[in-house]
């Protein structure tokens, strides 16, 4: 299996001398293609940095990342710019969808900025919407859609573009259980079907029971890994529920 | 003390969003003050006593538009800080919530508008007060006055009197503000930053409807106040067209952004490509929340356009009128009555006096003109009951009075001989004319009245004179006058052969003449000696009147200078207005922009296309009030070329020049200030 993501030995550190805070204090992991990878972990554990440094909001401060064979640590200006708009797709907690677009004008913009032609745009657009039974709500503003559907509207913006990696932060934390089941069984038929690779970030271990692999993170360090395998969901589910006993804090509350 | 750090710490950090607010209450400060100086700058000029009142009339009118200026101002401040407050929402919402009381934000807020007013008065005053000293050179020049010498000039009063006015309305503000904060609710506070907005797309039939309605009644409006201006015969018909077209504008801009977004939605290559969707609906979500604005701003730019082109071709065609209209230094003018009321009870040697020409009357008064005339014509003007306008118009006249109601048919036409005409015409270097012993000619220059004329004179309608049947020699007026004026005033006067009117008594004498002297001072001088005689002479049986060259001049600047001044402090405060609210309102926004080009950034937009992206979005939304606003204008501007017909508009196209260079730098400042400030609002990282 080729390796879509590989990290080698990335530290974040942010503050001065007098106070240092590590975020990211030596991670290195794989993800391959057609991958669901859940990653784990408390507030302040790091995780969110370490999105931010994999989907190049942020940069990281020692070690590398590569993302098709690519290092990404090393890309500047409008080459970042071209990389994430054609290698990665997002997916926000707070869906970060433009209000004054109808869902259809949302997803077609992550398409127009590439240059595409407006048929081959309705093309995909509609077939994408299909994929994520969102077809019916194509026409409406995202304040006039539910939480569900505006997830899966960004899902699918995220995903036209057909990019090598799916980054989610928190896909499911402004949404209510039903519609969160809805879309994780969503992300389940996509990573089947249509082979995308995701990496969601969460501190759900519900959520992350919908994933192929969970790493956990603490102190900016991985801290565990779980793999499914053959093991329905429900009993994943009781494995990470394990782990998370094991880490204490306060991944507990989320129960 | 602890509010007063917090303020000061309060405006140093909102620096930016304060940058605007700050630019318009410094420019509005210092045109408050440099247009209340004028009066100080024009006492060190050395003019006459008539100029010097028509300055006088002048400051007071524009002490009368200050108070009008300062409403504008006021409104604008006040929408302003509510921008402002609005985007501290949140800031006032934590202070809430931290257990501050609201008097104590309303005094924060005190001391901050305090701050700024007191700075922006420091700053705009010192501008101000600068500017003047351009401004005197204006003056200088306007007035014709010589500036051989710079001085510093500084107005008491003007500045006294900003600092009333603007205090009153940073006072007015602050009230506002105490109001706005009293009467807000906290949750209302924390969350308006999550609102997200809601898109009401109108019904693109219904809109279609409403804009094709609002261009029928614009063009109606249009049309009356060009094609269809002889329907305006009153005043008050003017508000009709005017109420057409401003309730036509609002219309318009309603349902414009839902016809200009279903028109390029339509066209699927320019809409779904790059950031062409998000800049098209950001400008329809914009236009759609402020309809009312944009239908003022729009209006406001109207008016800017047509006062500074108007009164700017005013002060233009008022000086090139002055050598072509009063080509001779004076003119003496002496009505001979004949009337019973006038001749009852009069001693024989009194009547013959009414027989004098005009020098002999004058030397009967003390004043001997070959002592100062050098090249002078005597002319005769005659007319009779028995040639009216009616008389002229022939069968014509009840289908002209139908069109032009303002005429009056029983005023008697002034008629002069051939040759005395051409004597004056060779005086003034005009075209002198030949006739046959049956001909007429009619010369004329008010163009209205060439044109009633003209109608006539198609028709090759005979008139008699005198007894003696005339026909005209030309199908049309010919160009000329005989009094000098500062305008085309002349409204028909008839050249008929000579004999005709040989043993008529004429109603008028006219001496017109050059000076001996050469020097401006030596001719004031004369001309305040020659007005101290005529008036120890007032009460006299045979009135002489005179004219000068240089009294038409004053005259002129006088008109030319006050019509200048005013259409550039209103024109300039009106622009300043509109550009503003325009700024004000897309930077109150950059708030959720910046929310929004984050999210576009995140999705991978290249940097240079947001920029692009933002720029389409602001000149778009500056363009759109300006671009029918020009429209309007084009119509406006005949409209005024009618009513200003008499001063000649030959110089419009320079004028308007004028008028688009004065857009251009403050329309222009402030498109750019508010792009770059936007730019460096969505730039900032949270």
Not at chain 2, 540 to 556: R, Y
Request: with cysteine; glycine share 6%.
């Amino acid at each position: 299996m080729e390796h879509i993501l590989k990290i080698e030995q990335i530290e974040k550190y942010y503050g001065n001398k007098s106070s240092l805070t590590k975020a990211i204090d030596g991670i290195s992991f794989e993800v391959e293609k057609g991958e669901f990878v859940a990653i784990m972990g408390a507030s302040g554990s790091g995780k969110t940095t370490l999105l931010n440094v994999i989907s190049t909001i942020d940069r990281v401060t020692s070690g590398h990342i590569y993302i098709d064979g690519k290092d990404i640590t090393t890309l500047k200006g409008n080459s970042l710019n071209k990389f994430r708009r054609e290698s990665l797709g997002f997916i926000f907690q707070d869906f970060n969808l433009l209000d004054t677009l109808t869902a259809y004008e949302n997803i077609a913009l992550a398409l127009s900025i590439q240059n595409i032609g407006p048929a081959e745009i309705k093309r995909r657009v509609l077939a994408t919407a299909h994929e994520l039974d969102i077809e019916d709500v194509l026409d409406k503003y995202p304040y006039e859609m539910s939480g569900g559907q505006r997830q899966r509207v960004a899902s699918a913006r995220a995903i036209i573009t057909d990019p090598t990696l799916v980054l989610a932060d928190e896909p499911t934390g402004a949404l209510d259980s039903k519609s969160s089941k809805m879309l994780l069984e969503r992300f389940n038929h996509l990573n089947e079907t249509l082979e995308a690779t995701i990496l969601m970030v969460t501190h759900d271990a519900f959520t992350a029971s919908y994933a192929t692999r969970v790493l956990f993170i603490k102190d900016g360090r991985i801290f565990d890994e779980l793999r499914k395998g053959d093991k329905t969901r429900k009993e994943f589910f009781d494995s990470i529920i394990d782990v998370v006993t094991l880490l204490g804090g306060d991944l507990n509350d989320a129960l | 003390m602890m509010l007063f750090k917090l303020s000061i710490a309060n405006i140093v950090k909102s620096f930016k969003d304060y940058t605007i607010y700050f630019f318009t209450l410094i420019l509005g400060v210092a045109i408050f003050y440099v247009f209340n100086a004028i009066e100080s700058q024009t006492v060190l000029l050395n003019v006459t006593s008539s100029t010097s009142e028509i300055i006088g009339l002048m400051t007071d009118i524009l002490s009368g538009v200050s108070v009008f200026v300062s409403f504008i101002l006021g409104f604008l401040i006040i929408y302003a800080s509510r921008f402002l407050i609005k985007r501290r929402n949140k800031e006032f919402g934590v202070y809430l919530t931290l257990g501050m009381s609201k008097r104590k934000i309303s005094i924060i807020l005190f001391i901050e508008t305090l701050i700024i007013g007191l700075l922006s008065l420091i700053v705009g005053l010192g501008l101000g007060v600068l500017l003047s000293q351009l401004m005197s050179l204006l003056v200088a020049n306007m007035f014709d006055a010589d500036m051989t010498k710079f001085s510093f000039i500084f107005s008491n009063d003007a500045f006294v009197k900003t600092l009333i006015y603007f205090g009153i309305m940073y006072s007015i503000v602050m009230l506002f503000n105490t109001f706005i904060i009293s009467k807000c609710r906290l949750i209302e506070l924390l969350n308006s930053d999550k609102k997200s907005e809601k898109v009401h797309l109108k019904n693109p039939i219904v809109s279609s409807i409403v804009f094709v309605i609002s261009c029928i009644v614009l063009g109606r409006a249009y049309y009356m106040v060009t094609a269809g201006i002889q329907e305006l015969e009153t005043v008050d018909k003017i508000f009709l067209p005017i109420i057409m077209g401003s309730v036509s504008t609002f219309f318009i801009f309603w349902s414009l952004s839902g016809l200009i977004l279903k028109l390029c939605m339509s066209i699927k290559n320019l809409y779904y490509r790059g950031l062409n969707s998000f800049i098209l609906r950001q400008f329809s979500s914009k236009i759609n929340t402020m309809v009312f604005s944009m239908t003022v701003i729009c209006l406001m730019l109207f008016v800017t356009i047509c006062i500074l082109s108007s009164s700017l071709s005013i002060k233009n065609s008022l000086s090139a009128n002055l050598k072509e209209l009063a080509p001779v230094d004076i003119q003496f003018s002496k009505r001979v009555d004949y009337t019973l009321e006038n001749t009852a009870n009069r001693e024989e040697d009194e009547l013959a006096l009414l027989n004098l020409d005009v020098v002999d009357t004058l030397k009967n008064m003390g004043i001997d003109t070959t002592e100062f005339i050098d090249e002078s014509v005597e002319i005769n003007i005659f007319s009779t009951p028995d040639l009216t306008i009616a008389d002229t118009f022939g069968p014509k006249l009840n289908e002209i009075l139908a069109n032009y109601r303002y005429l009056n048919p029983h005023s008697q036409e002034k008629i002069i001989s051939i040759s005395e005409y051409n004597e004056l015409a060779k005086l003034y270097e005009l075209e002198q004319f030949a006739i046959e012993s049956g001909e007429y000619i009619i010369i004329a220059d008010f163009d209205p009245f060439v044109k009633i004329r003209n109608e006539v004179l198609a028709e090759h309608q005979n008139i008699e004179v005198f007894g003696h049947i005339l026909k005209p020699k030309y199908e049309k007026c010919q160009k000329g006058f005989v009094e000098i004026s500062s305008n085309h005033i002349n409204d028909g006067i008839l050249i008929v052969p000579d004999h005709v009117l040989a043993d008529i008594k004429p109603i008028q004498n006219i001496l017109a003449g050059n000076y001996k002297m050469t020097k401006k001072e030596d001719k004031i001088e004369l001309e305040r000696q020659l007005e101290k005689k005529l008036k120890e002479n007032d009460g006299n049986f045979t009135l002489i009147k005179g004219n000068s060259k240089l009294i038409i001049a004053e005259a002129s600047i006088g008109l030319g200078a006050m019509a200048t001044f005013i259409g550039l402090y209103l024109g300039i405060i009106f622009l300043l207005s509109s550009a503003a609210i325009l700024a004000l309102k897309e930077l109150s926004e950059s708030a959720d922009n910046k929310k929004r080009f984050k999210m576009l950034r995140k999705i991978g937009v290249d940097e240079h296309l947001i920029n692009r992206a933002l720029f389409r979005q602001i000149a778009i939304f500056f363009a759109t009030p300006l671009i029918l606003a020009v429209i309007h204008s084009y119509f406006g501007m005949k409209f005024s070329i009618f009513i200003l017909e008499t001063f000649g508009t030959r110089e419009l196209m320079r004028s308007i020049i004028m008028t688009v260079v004065f857009l251009l730098v403050i329309y222009g400042s402030y498109f750019l200030i508010t792009y770059f400030s936007s730019k460096t609002i969505i730039k900032e990282r949270i």
